[in-house]
């Protein structure tokens, strides 16, 4: 168990790195990403903070994963657990002022976006399983062949920013640059650490069992 104890902790730092990302993110002021939104718009009409209605939403997803049998392992509960209510403390701290003008916001979201690419990249070298909304949109995917997988990330996402939007949330550029900037950045940081996501083998709770490690007879 030492190894998982490691990555794990390797893993919650990543999660709390991609937290600061997204703590940016909401502080440039010029538009939120399509998740952040739906939080954002919740949290306007609930009074909750941003955090708990990340975390709740967290529990409504893996409840759907688990119907729809997704691996999930320890990286899908921290994910609940830690991104949302640290973003939150970071907002507690106060530790950026919010931007007021869009030359400021749009380097702040540029830089939240290279910062959340590189959390993610910590996150997913940690190899303890994916996030509650990526499982979904993995479970989608399977059910809906026809569907590439992108187009339903991009319609998960569609859906979300028009609720958050609905409920108030703030839609602008930056939401541009969230969209379309995240995956960029994603390609320089993985491309940078030399970094194949896609070969990565993913420990779900089912590897963590002694049963699950113990060849057959």
């Not at 939240?112 to 995917?141: E, K, N, V």
């Not at 569907?147 to 550029?173: D, F, S, Y």
């Not at 969209?179 to 990565?200: N, P, R």
Request: hydrophobic share 55%; glycine share 12%.
């Amino acid at each position: 168990m030492k190894k998982y104890g490691l990555r794990t902790v390797k893993a919650a730092l990543g999660l709390a790195i991609c937290a600061f990302g997204t703590y940016l993110s909401i502080r440039a002021n010029i538009g939120l990403a399509p998740w952040d939104a739906f939080s954002i718009g919740v949290s306007n009409i609930s009074g909750v903070s941003y955090g708990t209605v990340v975390v709740v939403t967290g529990l409504i997803v893996l409840i759907a994963d688990i119907v729809m049998k997704e691996k999930l392992g320890i990286g899908t509960l921290l994910d609940i657990a830690i991104v949302g209510k640290t973003v939150d403390f970071y907002t507690w701290l106060d530790l950026v002022p919010q931007q007021h003008s869009l030359a400021m916001g749009l380097l702040m979201m540029v830089a939240a976006q290279f910062i959340l690419a590189f959390g993610i990249y910590i996150y997913m070298s940690a190899a303890l399983s994916c996030g509650p909304r990526d499982a979904l949109m993995i479970g989608i995917g399977k059910r809906l062949k026809r569907i590439p997988v992108g187009a339903v990330r991009t319609l998960m996402e569609a859906v979300v920013l028009l609720v958050g939007w609905l409920l108030g949330a703030k839609i602008g550029v930056g939401t541009v640059v969230a969209v379309v900037g995240l995956g960029m950045c994603i390609q320089i940081v993985f491309s940078a650490a030399k970094f194949d996501a896609e070969a990565v083998v993913h420990d779900g709770f089912a590897e963590m069992l002694p049963a699950a490690r113990v060849p057959a007879e």
